[in-house]
């Protein structure tokens, strides 16, 4: 067994500190590792944040299963988030083809080893979680070897491996219909718990739970005190994040004055129809952002480094917008501005379209580095292109062959919407001079995985 990637679940630590946390735990520098931003439950616009539609379990309140104070209540807005979190990073590294990941969460901290070729190896090929720390619920466990038991009722998921198989047996699950807290969904979907109507729900008998002998990782936040899961931020008496205020376009704190500011003030009253133009049929070109924002997003976009890997097959410069912590302002930009326009042009019917997922990110075009992008067609419902600096390059634009017409609008903030997939294929011209840089966005209606 080797492990691909490993993501830290982060909501409330600076990153600076999550990777000196890493390098203390004798972390092999050979697995490269990503900072996840966590979803906050107690968020108003949690519904925004996740890729998918989910509801809170409504049977887990009961008196069945003794006086435990966490059988007898509702599960918490925080921990809906921990588990939707887990379920965003595992969808992820599904998505992106990992074999083995690393899941830690921003409160581990290291012992100062970590798993060796021949603990790993001992692993049995049928896993699909491996806890490197836990709280064992259950006295009676199966010792497979030397370095390897096979786990009961077991909590905690601050440090665990997860292989591909293991990922595929989660996203099967119907876990976001009945969301409940992570460590109970884990040992339910293993068949090892206490309460038995999880098990009913969640049982998966080719779901296999191992866990490592040898202690790697702790955990430092206490559910009884200081747990952002358990209590709300206004609760524990801390802001929701340690790390600085952000500024510009990163501090959204008051819509309406960061939707004044960025968004274009005709998407603001719904004029739709006059700001729109079709040139071709079914894309729509209409102003969206204000020069500002442009402005400051390519300033933001330049300050990490460009990746040139994520796509398979139509490969391009860029980074997502979760890497310059944009991408949960710009989920809501899609929901709240982009949705209605989607809906007015196309109209859209049904509660399918009543939340888009999107991946967004944003991309440089330059003649020395990558100039174009080949014709394909997008994996999405709809998606958005929004030209964040013309005048400042030649050539560049949007070609669809099947209408023989290229797409280049030539003000910055305006945002061109197409259908993704099957009617309209489509290519990024080259780029001959200068540096193109545009913001696209793939949006998902929710009956699309």
Request: some cysteine.
């Amino acid at each position: 067994m080797q492990i691909d990637f490993t993501y830290v679940i982060n909501l409330n630590t600076q990153d600076t500190e999550l990777s000196n946390r890493l390098k203390r735990s004798n972390f092999p520098t050979t697995i490269p590792f990503y900072i996840f931003p966590a979803i906050n439950g107690w968020d108003p616009n949690l519904k925004y944040y996740h890729k998918f539609p989910f509801k809170l379990a409504d049977w887990w309140n009961t008196n069945q299963y003794g006086d435990k104070n966490f059988y007898n209540r509702e599960v918490t807005l925080g921990e809906a988030g921990c588990t939707l979190s887990h379920h965003n990073v595992i969808y992820n590294a599904y998505r992106d083809g990992f074999e083995n990941i690393l899941v830690l969460e921003e409160d581990f901290y290291g012992k100062g080893k970590f798993p060796t070729t021949e603990e790993l190896e001992a692993v049995p090929k049928d896993a699909s979680i491996i806890y490197l720390d836990r709280t064992q619920l259950w006295d009676n466990e199966n010792r497979i070897n030397e370095h390897v038991t096979e786990v009961g009722y077991t909590y905690c998921t601050h440090a665990y491996i997860i292989t591909r198989k293991g990922m595929k047996e989660i996203l099967d699950s119907n876990i976001l219909d009945e969301v409940i807290v992570i460590d109970e969904f884990f040992s339910a979907i293993n068949g090892k718990s206490d309460r038995l109507d999880a098990i009913e729900r969640f049982h998966n008998p080719n779901f296999k739970s191992y866990s490592l002998n040898g202690g790697y990782f702790g955990q430092s936040s206490d559910p009884s005190k200081n747990s952002l899961t358990e209590f709300t931020p206004q609760e524990l008496d801390q802001p929701q994040s340690s790390t600085p205020k952000p500024t510009g376009i990163l501090n959204a704190d008051n819509w309406d004055e960061w939707s004044k500011k960025y968004i274009h003030p005709l998407v603001l009253s719904k004029e739709y129809d006059l700001i729109a133009d079709e040139p071709i049929p079914h894309v729509y070109n209409f102003p969206f952002f204000t020069k500002e924002f442009c402005k400051e997003i390519i300033e933001l976009s330049e300050t990490v480094e460009w990746t040139n890997d994520r796509h398979e097959f139509y490969p391009t410069t860029d980074n997502l917008l979760s890497a310059l912590s944009m991408e949960k302002i710009y989920t809501r930009v899609i929901n709240e501005y982009l949705r209605p326009i989607a809906i007015h042009f196309y109209q859209l019917e049904g509660h399918a379209w009543d939340v888009l997922n999107d991946e967004s990110f944003i991309i440089r075009y330059k003649p020395e580095e990558q100039a174009h992008l080949g014709i394909h067609h997008d994996y999405g419902s709809v998606t958005t292109l929004v030209n964040l600096n013309p005048g400042e390059f030649k050539g560049g634009g949007t070609y669809f062959p099947k209408f023989k017409h290229l797409v280049n609008p030539q003000e910055m903030g305006v945002m061109s919407l197409h259908p993704s997939n099957i009617t309209h294929k489509h290519g990024a011209r080259p780029v001959t001079e200068g540096t193109r840089y545009v913001i696209v966005s793939f949006c998902k209606n929710q009956n699309m995985k």
